[in-house]
């Protein structure tokens, strides 16, 4: 074929694929939308809620506002067992199930819908010394944002105390952050482990207190 031909084809492609694409992206997204909140109503909603805000009595983690990225590899790694698979970590386990049976591109949806629903600060259920867990979130605040807002690591203050405390304790005892692929993890394994019991919590605590006390 002469190289005229070729490259008029390309452009012409090129020009087709700029008319069609937003058309079709809106259709595949809001197909994918409706079919995304009714798998996660009926695969997720009964330990996560309804609203994704999470549920103290089952253990499962408030979900809306969480960042996408990490929703996403966070399902990934319950998937491959690089978290879910120590047999000290029940909760996690029971996730390791449900991410199971989920395509990538379930699990590409899930996190895109999760990720857009409203984050809400969840109540705390926990006692311990704010002022000193402020101290001690300075630490943490170059990856997870100045209060917890998320960076480079998840966003922290829509999780509730009692999550980000047994988290904390997870990665500190390496029941989380244990398998040689979970770089992420490994890292935050390290880190959870200089902290003992009372200053993990005084940080979980610290991390549900109402803005004002966390100096917004
Ligand atoms: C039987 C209850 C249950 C069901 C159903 C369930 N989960 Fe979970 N999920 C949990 C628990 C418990 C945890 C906390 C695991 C831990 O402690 O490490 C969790 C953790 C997660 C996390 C990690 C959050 C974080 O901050 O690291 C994600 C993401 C997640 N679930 C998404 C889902 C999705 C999406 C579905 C539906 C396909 C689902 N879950 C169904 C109980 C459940
Ligand atoms: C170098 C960056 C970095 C620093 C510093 C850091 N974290 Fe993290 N943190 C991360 C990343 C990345 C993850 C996700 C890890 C994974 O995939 O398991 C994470 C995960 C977490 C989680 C689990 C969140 C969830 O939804 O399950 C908690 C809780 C947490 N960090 C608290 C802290 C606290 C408290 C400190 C300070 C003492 C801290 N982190 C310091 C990067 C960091």
Redesign the pocket.
Known sequence: MPRVTLSAIVVLLAVAAVCVAPAQQLRVQNGAGDATRAL?EQ??A???GETAHGSEA????A?AG?DRAY?EG??SNFAQRR??GDPR?S??S??TL?AQL?SDSDRQN?AAYLSSLPATQTPPTMTGNAARGRELYESCAACHGPSGEGGAG?RLTM?GDWYVY??LR?YAASS?GYHEQDADGQNMAAIAATLNEAQSRDIAVYLSSPSSARGE
């Open positions: 996660y695969g997720c009964s330990c996560h089952l253990a499962a983690p979900l969480q929703l966070q399902l978290r879910g970590d909760y996690g029971q996730m449900f989920l899930l998840p999780l047994a988290q997870n989380r």
